[in-house]
């Protein structure tokens, strides 16, 4: 069984961007104790700064059912791209939406995600253990 975690902007930064809202922790060692966590599942890892980028690896996987889902966590394009949003509609995969930090929290134009209406459902606010609740709730 596979899993894809697609990260978006700013988000291969992990461990150095602003460590006091994103922790100090790399994507690195969070994939490696994923995979460590779940030897059975192959987890795949992509991260992109780019819109299109992001949409072309979604529609990649998207009809694949050898893939069990997508985590995704679109950093901020989660508050702007009707374009990822419609890239979510469009493929067969469950996404689940992931944010390390809890975005609601935050300041209010964080409080708006165009994706979650097209998700299965949303994970925010448990650090980078966000993206293994994001995988459970995928099994
Ligand atoms: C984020 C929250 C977004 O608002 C922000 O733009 C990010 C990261 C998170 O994981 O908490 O880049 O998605």
Request: with cysteine; net charge negative; aromatic share 6%.
């Amino acid at each position: 069984m596979k899993i894809l975690i697609i990260n978006g902007p700013n988000l291969n930064l992990l461990g150095r961007r602003e460590p006091g809202i994103y922790g100090s922790n790399t994507m690195e060692s969070c994939l490696a104790s994923l995979r460590r966590r779940y030897p059975d599942i192959d987890i795949e890892y992509f991260q992109s700064n780019s819109e299109g980028a992001l949409i072309d690896r979604i529609h990649a996987v998207g009809f694949d059912d050898t893939y069990r889902g997508i985590v995704l966590n679109a950093g901020a394009y989660t508050h702007t791209s009707l374009a990822i949003a419609d890239a979510i509609s469009a493929i067969t995969l469950p996404v689940v939406e992931v944010h390390i930090s809890n975005v609601a929290s935050r300041e209010p134009i964080r409080h708006t995600s165009l994706i979650t209406s097209v998700c299965r459902g949303v994970i925010a606010g448990f650090g980078l253990d966000s993206y293994r609740l994001g995988i459970e709730s995928l099994l």
